[in-house]
């Protein structure tokens, strides 16, 4: 077991856990869905890693043999994508909505104005 | 929006093109890269990027608002009724291989539809969404 | 990848959300150039023209209604830090049972891969396996995916409405109508 052979996956997890800590420590909701979108991208990363196989090649068919990578982590990342921009704009559209009931997208201020209502 | 000549003049050279990328990325997904969510989204990008060089009023004239919301139902729609369509010819939701007369043929039919419904969706909904976070603004 | 790690480095770090964002853009379009590297291309054409592209400007967008600054942490991150690095060294110990990075026998290549592999071609004659997957083999899935989509447009809808509209009619949103005015101080 060398860890070259686990490189990526090692840049995987440290992705995760940065997106992971700007969740939890951040206080402006647009910076945690930024973080969101950084945890995302590496569960990505992750999935295409799994899916790549040595020396092959894009799963596009070609004339004669060839070796793939495998096409099933690849279309279920694209779909996720796609799927993950759309929530991201349901964060934001919340996002935008706070700040207009509440004037400030710091979560302490938000949770400050709860606390005097 | 913007009134910068630089901008608007690159811009109105570069949306055909966009556009035209997008109608090649949507059906000739089978064979190269690329397939419906792509091409939606490139689609919508060409009409952002009319958007954001004319200004979002003029691109809301160009494509009213109140037609973007039935055609996301519509993609959905599309591909739900391709379906329905393949479970009323006697098949399981979904299997394309009835739509022609031979299994591959039918395939090719099936994936090129529900692709287009999936286009249709997905451009229409960043559209809707780019215009409801554009409209804010003013 | 390495290149990755900076970008992310620097976005927790900083405090103007317009630089913020702006990583973010630059770290998507290296998302996909890693994914090309890795054989996705598809899933790389997705990312640099779905994550780089419309999300960067959705984030522009709400920034101009939310403001630019951040304002600084008022408690020392010592718990979330604590928690993320115990996390991070569960995880690190999980790779120690993973296959080697692209090794053929691994797992993930032994189930259902080879038959999507062998046999589309001959099924689906549809050169790209990528399509030939999502659309055939996997059509639910895409369908849940699509619909998700459409929701989500819903959904922003339903948050944001659309200014076009409120022109023709005020009273669809009285809510929205009625809030603007006290909203613009700040």
Redesign the interface.
Same mark, same amino acid.
């Given at each position: 077991m060398d860890w070259i052979g686990q490189y990526n996956y090692y840049v995987v997890f440290f992705l995760m856990m940065t997106g992971f800590y700007v969740v939890v420590a951040q206080g402006n909701l647009v910076k945690k869905i930024v973080g969101l979108n950084i945890f995302q991208s590496s569960v990505f990363l992750l999935y295409i890693s799994m899916g790549k196989v040595q020396d092959g090649t894009a799963p596009i068919l070609l004339d004669g043999e060839a070796v793939y990578s495998n096409p099933l982590p690849h279309v279920l990342i694209l779909t996720a994508i796609v799927v993950g921009v759309a929530t991201t704009a349901l964060g934001l559209a919340l996002v935008v909505r706070i700040k207009e009931a509440y004037g400030t997208v710091e979560e302490d201020e938000i949770r400050e104005r709860d606390d005097d209502a | 929006m913007n009134d910068d000549i630089v901008l608007t003049v690159i811009g109105k050279l570069l949306i055909p093109f966009i556009l035209l990328f997008a109608l090649y990325v949507q059906f000739h997904g089978d064979f190269g890269p690329g397939g419906g969510f792509q091409a939606g989204v490139l689609f919508a990008a060409g009409i952002i990027l009319y958007a954001l060089t004319n200004g979002t009023a003029a691109a809301m004239r160009l494509i009213p608002p109140g037609l973007l919301a039935p055609l996301a139902a519509l993609g959905v729609l599309l591909y739900g009724g391709v379906g329905v369509a393949t479970m009323l010819l006697g098949r399981h939701f979904l299997n394309y291989s009835v739509l022609a007369q031979d299994a591959v043929h039918g395939q090719h039919y099936g994936i090129l539809l529900i692709e287009l419904g999936v286009g249709i969706t997905v451009a229409a909904v960043m559209l809707l969404i780019f215009f409801a976070f554009t409209s804010r603004e003013d | !990848?390495?290149f990755?790690?900076a970008t /992310?480095?620097a976005?927790?770090r900083m405090r103007c959300?317009f630089a913020?964002?702006m990583l973010?853009g630059i770290?998507?379009l290296t998302?996909a150039g890693?994914?090309i590297i $890795?054989?996705?291309?598809?899933?790389?054409?997705?990312?640099a023209?779905?994550?780089a592209?419309? &999300?960067t !400007? *959705? !984030?522009l967008? &709400?920034?101009? $209604?939310?403001?630019h600054r951040?304002?600084p942490?008022?408690i020392a991150?010592i718990l979330? *830090?604590t928690?993320?690095?115990l996390?991070?060294v569960v995880?690190?110990w999980g790779? &120690?049972d993973?296959p080697?990075?692209?090794?053929?026998e691994?797992p993930?290549?032994r189930h @259902?891969?080879p038959r999507?592999?062998q046999d589309s071609?001959?099924?689906?004659?549809?050169?790209?396996? @990528?399509? &030939?997957?999502? /659309?055939?083999y996997?059509?639910?899935?895409?369908?849940g995916?699509?619909?998700?989509?459409?929701t989500?447009?819903i959904?922003? $809808?339903a948050?944001?409405?659309?200014?076009?509209?409120?022109g023709r009619s005020a009273k669809d949103d009285p809510d929205d109508v009625a809030?603007r005015p006290t909203?613009d101080?700040?």
């Open positions: - | - | !990848m390495t990755l790690v /992310a480095i976005i927790v959300l913020v964002v973010s770290y998507s998302t890693v994914f $890795l054989d996705a291309v598809d899933v790389a054409f997705t990312e023209a779905v994550a592209g419309v &999300s !400007m *959705l !984030m967008g &709400s920034l101009t $209604l939310t403001g951040q304002a942490a008022r991150p979330p *830090l928690v993320v690095i996390t991070g995880l690190l790779t &120690s993973m080697r990075f692209g090794d053929p691994a993930v290549h @259902v891969a999507y592999i071609p001959g099924e689906i004659g549809v050169p790209n396996m @990528v399509t &030939s997957v999502l /659309a055939s996997r059509g639910f899935d895409t369908l995916e699509t619909v998700v989509v459409f989500a447009g959904g922003v $809808l948050l944001l409405g659309i200014g076009g509209r409120r809030k909203d101080h700040e």
